[in-house]
């Protein structure tokens, strides 16, 4: 209850709460301290910083900015696809990299597209506009003239009279017609902000490492209950989260269509059409994206380690078949995990140089070259490298030992036996709604630490499947889309988008609902197969008596 009350008052710092169990559970009688202080660097830890090491390569070479932009060459830049563009690009970089990353990196580029499609069809407008009051005017200049015999001269001055109008100080009607197209596109600025945010927040459940709340899961199944087999790891989690992802992903999007595009599909959508405007806003896309020039060795190199960290993760225990890790290691106990790959491939950024090697370089004096550094140095680490985070995950699995340890888990589990009578699917879809409102509050990592040992009790006391409850309630604590201070995308969106807090409040209520009920269909249709959830494991029943 003290921690609950420090991590959502943050009346000091989160990463200092998680610290209190070193402090008190010693001094209470709990654990030993040794105890305690092993929790705080568990595999779980493990997995969470090889992916961050990922991360930070990939930003530091600017490998993220040229998926995005390459991205959004493909789609285009009519109102629609660009939106899904923008909200598909910043998903998938927000599988691999922080959720504030991608949102930051994605919103001043949003914020240029659209910029520049406002002042083309403003001014598209105005030439139309001038056009028009030109040949008006040189219509009944014509037939003046032909009885005056000046129909040169006449023209000439129809033509000065429509560059008057456009040089000089707007008509009413011009600055109406201006104060329009600026106000669909403050709207339109609106809608794409939230976008980003959303589909940062949204991406992230889609991996393991994608957000902290992910590795809480795996690291509370795993001090939980650990006979469990590793239920949870990375392909498991992937091939059950990222369905549901793309789910929410194009319900979202739709939403998002409605409140601020409509369904007008000719309109947004385009139907094939290209105007001027169109080719300017793609250009400066094309621009931001020939900025970055040819793909250097750096970006090829972190390339190639990304990609292989990912197959290394999904082969390593695939589930269906044998994977490499059990095939080679883990023969008789599980001696290679996912982190064990994460930190592999992570320190090879610390080996390999930044450029080509030359054997026999010299400089400009003759000397022998210096070395090239390599992909990653520590300075770049301990700069970008958020280890509150770290200490944070640590104080959640200290803090679901000491429940077990003094028997709170055990009393919790019996205080809530007679939820056995209520139905799983309503039990769930409470617990969701619970969290995703408590999480709008508190940061996503504290509230998921909070919750998941409660939910663990509950569900080994009512004799349901852990996961049943756990998974939906963990992807729950990601759906933060109502208050700007839920999560940094929203903080950064909000600061970028003009946007007023009913605004997000409004959009993100309806996004709540329709993230709740995707994760619950998700967990009730593909999940049961997948872990079995119709059935209580083995591995799970640990309650002991009174």
């Not at 590793?230 to 369905?243: L, Q, R």
């Not at 972190?302 to 082969?315: A, D, E, G």
């Not at 997948?530 to 591995?539: E, G, I, V």
Request: with cysteine; hydrophobic share 50%.
């Amino acid at each position: 209850m003290l921690m609950a009350l420090y991590w959502c008052t943050e009346c000091i710092p989160l990463a200092v709460t998680a610290l209190l169990p070193v402090i008190l559970f010693p001094m209470m009688g709990i654990m030993e301290s040794n105890e305690v202080c092993i929790q705080y660097l568990k595999d779980s830890n493990m997995l969470f910083i090889g992916g961050l090491l990922v991360a930070i390569a990939v930003e530091h070479w600017n490998l993220h900015r040229r998926i995005a932009l390459n991205v959004l060459l493909i789609v285009g830049v009519k109102p629609s696809l660009l939106m899904i563009g923008f909200m598909g690009t910043t998903a998938f970089l927000s599988m691999w990299i922080s959720n504030t990353a991608s949102t930051a990196m994605m919103l001043p580029i949003a914020n240029a597209v659209l910029q520049q499609l406002c002042e083309n069809e403003a001014n598209a407008e105005e030439r139309d506009h001038n056009t028009a009051a030109a040949a008006a005017a040189t219509d009944g200049q014509d037939n003046q003239a032909f009885e005056m015999g000046d129909t040169k001269g006449s023209k000439l001055k129809a033509i000065d009279m429509g560059r008057d109008s456009e040089a000089g100080e707007r008509s009413p009607e011009a600055e109406l017609r201006r104060l329009k197209t600026q106000q669909k596109y403050v709207k339109l600025t609106k809608g794409m902000s939230l976008s980003v945010c959303y589909a940062a927040s949204i991406g992230g459940t889609a991996t393991l490492t994608g957000t902290t709340p992910n590795v809480i899961l795996k690291g509370q199944i795993d001090d939980l209950f650990p006979d469990n087999g590793g239920v949870i790891n990375f392909a498991s989690w992937f091939g059950f989260a990222f369905p549901n992802m793309v789910l929410m992903l194009v319900l979202s999007w739709l939403w998002l269509q409605f409140v601020f595009l409509g369904f007008n599909f000719k309109k947004t959508f385009g139907c094939g059409s290209k105007n001027e405007g169109d080719r300017e806003a793609y250009q400066v896309i094309k621009d931001e994206y020939n900025k970055l020039g040819r793909m250097n060795f750096a970006e090829s190199c972190v390339l190639i380690i990304f990609t292989l960290l990912v197959l290394l993760w999904f082969t390593r225990e695939p589930g269906f078949i044998p994977g490499w890790a059990t095939v080679l290691f883990n023969k008789d106990k599980t001696y290679v995990t996912d982190g064990t790959v994460a930190i592999l491939m992570s320190s090879l950024f610390f080996c390999i140089p930044s450029k080509w090697p030359r054997c026999g370089a010299t400089n400009k004096n003759g000397a022998p070259a210096k070395a090239p550094p390599p992909l990653l140095t520590w300075d770049i680490v301990h700069e970008k490298m958020p280890w509150n985070i770290i200490l944070l995950l640590g104080g959640g699995f200290a803090l679901a030992h000491g429940s077990e340890k003094s028997g709170l888990s055990d009393w919790l589990g019996l205080s809530l036996v007679p939820l056995q009578s209520i139905p799983p699917a309503a039990i769930s879809i409470l617990l969701c709604l619970l969290v995703a409102t408590f999480t709008e509050c508190s940061s996503n990592t504290a509230t998921t630490t909070l919750f998941l040992p409660i939910l663990a009790s509950m569900a080994t006391a009512i004799k349901i499947h852990p996961l049943y409850v756990m998974f939906p309630c963990t992807i729950s604590a990601s759906l933060a889309f109502m208050l700007p201070v839920a999560t940094p995308p929203n903080a950064i969106a909000f600061s970028y988008g003009n946007l007023k807090v009913m605004d997000m409040a409004k959009t993100g209520f309806i996004l709540n609902i329709v993230g709740i009920t995707t994760v619950n269909i998700a967990i009730n249709t593909w999940g049961i197969p997948m872990f079995q959830l119709d059935t209580f494991p083995s591995w799970a029943n640990i309650t002991k008596g009174p």
